[in-house]
């Protein structure tokens, strides 16, 4: 717990308005900076919620008042977060790959099975099934051996597969993730097709970096009143406080043509 003012916060209250302050307060972001975001959560309303506390408001403004001394640090850190979701590699959360078919690695790549025990138990459903249908079926045999596993992998001259595999979506255990891992996660969610894990967004994150440096550069349009062209009025120089005074209202109150 850190003291501040009247009020005890933790670390995460602290990290949430070092955050705001740091993000030209996107309360959103600031938010996620400070807690996890589980994906049916909106990090807007709950940071809204939080910043309308009157003891958050007061680390806000104690905050704020320091200037630099607290925002400098916070922003750093904040790159460095980003960073990290650049820098972190998608594989170690989820994967694509290409697992070895039953006849990669078997002997004449016939089929192979994993240990004697299967073989016989497949053998025994075969033969069960045969004796009480007129429809039969082909009885496996061993040819291919034993010892199968799908980790290695495929072989290219597979007749079967063709050296392509068996394709398979691998989610980690997210609970042994490094710390680039955590920072590229977010979460999974379950659908009516199954686990869907939540990333977070490498090319958003490394846009923020860009701005952060200053290398990221946004056009800005300025407009008059009612959304009209700015006006522009002829002013001979030299001229004094209260002409420019006078020439910026009038500048202000011109006519759109």
């Known amino acids: 717990m850190h003291k501040i003012g009247r009020y005890q916060y933790s670390s995460a209250d602290v990290r949430f308005v070092q955050s705001l ?17 589980m994906p049916d959560d909106d990090p807007l309303l709950l940071g809204r919620r939080k910043l309308s506390s009157p003891k958050i408001k007061a680390l806000y403004q104690e905050m704020l008042e320091r200037g630099l001394e607290t925002v400098l640090p916070t922003a750093i850190d904040v790159i460095k977060r980003w960073l990290m979701i650049v820098e972190a590699d998608v594989n170690e959360v989820v994967q694509h790959r290409r697992l070895s078919c039953r006849h990669c690695h078997g002997r004449n790549h016939r089929y192979q099975w994993r240990n004697a025990d299967e073989f016989v138990a497949e053998l025994t459903r075969v033969m069960d099934h045969n004796d009480k249908h007129d429809e039969q079926l082909t009885l496996p045999t061993d040819e ?8 290695w992998p495929p072989h290219d001259d ?49 846009i923020n970096i860009a701005k952060a440096l200053g290398m990221y550069l946004q056009r800005v349009e300025l407009t008059g009143p009612n959304g009209g062209p700015l006006q522009s009025l002829n002013v001979d120089l030299p001229i004094d406080p209260k002409d420019a005074a006078s020439t910026y209202v009038a500048l202000m109150r011109a006519p759109v043509k």
């Open 144 to 151: 291919g051996g034993y010892g199968f596993n799908d980790l």
């Open 21 to 37: 302050l740091a993000l030209d307060n996107d309360v959103a972001k600031a938010f996620a900076m400070a807690w996890p975001v």
């Open 158 to 206: 597979c007749p079967a597969c063709d050296g392509r595999g068996v394709p398979e979506v691998f989610i980690a255990d997210t609970r042994f993730l490094s710390a680039q891992g955590r920072a590229l996660y977010r979460g999974v969610k379950m659908t009516r097709n199954g686990p869907e894990v939540q990333i977070a967004n490498k090319d958003e994150a490394l």
